[in-house]
Nanobody, 115 residues
């Protein structure tokens, strides 16, 4: 079982930036990909970005539109999500997950984009 702890959320104005972090612990050896998913109030889980842990190859949902980047530090078992040009529609609870559907995810970190 992998335990995931997210951090870095907060309140930011439209157009601003935030960097989220997710530290993994436990049985991490079997994971080849890690993902960020999000859930806005009243909506379902939505996949945001993913990263292949060995190569660092990133994948992003279309709505990211070049605004977000994902990275990892394998020595720290940590992945990051750098979010730029944030919009109000990006307000959500952000989770890191070991699967793209977000079935195995942490407790999340809240991102609020508001003026």
């Amino acid at each position: 079982q992998v335990q995931l702890v997210e951090s870095g959320g907060g309140l930011v104005q439209p157009g601003g930036s935030l960097q989220l972090s997710c530290e993994a612990s436990g049985s991490t050896e079997s994971n080849s990909w890690m993902y960020w998913v999000r859930q806005a109030p009243g909506r379902g889980l939505e996949w945001v970005s993913g990263i292949h842990l060995q190569s660092g190859f990133p994948i992003h949902a279309n709505f990211v539109k070049g605004r977000f980047s994902i990275s990892r530090d394998n020595s720290k078992n940590t992945i990051y999500l750098q979010m730029n040009y944030l919009e109000s529609e990006d307000s959500a609870m952000y989770y890191c997950a070991t699967d793209q559907q977000g079935t195995n995810r942490g407790k999340g970190t809240l991102v609020t984009v508001s003026s």
